[in-house]
């Protein structure tokens, strides 16, 4: 079954210090590869993506996410965390073959940054 | 990006009733998804709402229950019916270009 594994449930990081958010999923093919951040009260906002290209994708708000076929893991990444970075943090994945726009989503990780 | 309005963002219910949220999106799209998300939770899929065609529900998720509509290209509905307490959650509309973007979610709480 296709599946996307957030394996943390939640990260604590001192601000500055750098933040590693952890994915990897079980899909065929080679499939599309996003982060999402959900902030308190707040709607779902897209961070970054992995389409092809480039194993290191750079996104919002510092954000990067380095992608590994071998491993499949797309796990994102912030060399100096801001408490403002504390959120709930989303991986998901979409098949590339077809027109099957739905995602797979992980659990989520929650990230707190402490000053 | 599409900008996606969702209303209303929040309401009360009593158990029995029904409510119907819609969205309204700023861009023509084949595909429009409606989840449901626990607080601090991930995401469930309800249903994918295609233009000129029934909605297509995932596991656990019927018509009867949550009728969709879906009358033109930049404009859904998703109905919660027969609502109980159970069904207290945040529910969010959704289109997929490249990525995916998301209404505001309406807060459902029902009493």
């Known amino acids: 079954a296709q599946s996307v594994a957030q394996p943390e449930d939640q990260v604590n990081v001192a601000e500055g210090n750098p933040l590693t958010v952890k994915c990897t999923y079980s899909?065929?093919?080679?499939?599309?590869l996003f982060w999402y951040v959900q902030y308190p009260n707040r709607g779902l906002q897209f961070l970054l993506k992995?389409?092809?290209?480039d194993n290191l994708v750079k996104g919002s708000y510092g954000f990067e996410a380095e992608f590994n076929k071998s491993q499949t893991s797309f796990h994102l990444k912030k060399p100096s965390a801001l408490v403002s970075d504390s959120a709930l943090y989303f991986c998901a994945v979409r098949e590339r073959a077809g027109n099957n726009r739905k995602l797979i989503w992980g659990l989520g990780t929650s990230l707190a940054v402490n000053p | 990006s599409a900008v996606i309005s969702q209303k209303p963002s929040r309401d009360i219910c009593q158990r029995g009733t029904s409510l119907t949220i819609q969205c309204q999106v700023d861009s023509q799209v084949t595909m429009m998804f409606w989840y449901r998300q626990q607080p601090g939770q991930s995401l469930t899929l309800i249903a994918t709402a295609n233009q000129g065609s029934e909605a297509t529900y995932e596991s656990g998720f019927v018509i009867d229950k949550f009728p969709i509509s879906r009358p033109n290209l930049t404009f859904s509905t998703l109905t919660v019916s027969n609502m109980s307490p159970e069904d207290s959650s945040i529910y969010l509309c959704s289109v997929t270009e490249a990525e995916a973007f998301f209404g505001q979610g309406t807060r459902l709480t029902v009493v």
């Open positions: 992995y389409i092809t290209g």
């Open positions: 899909v065929s093919g080679n499939p599309y």
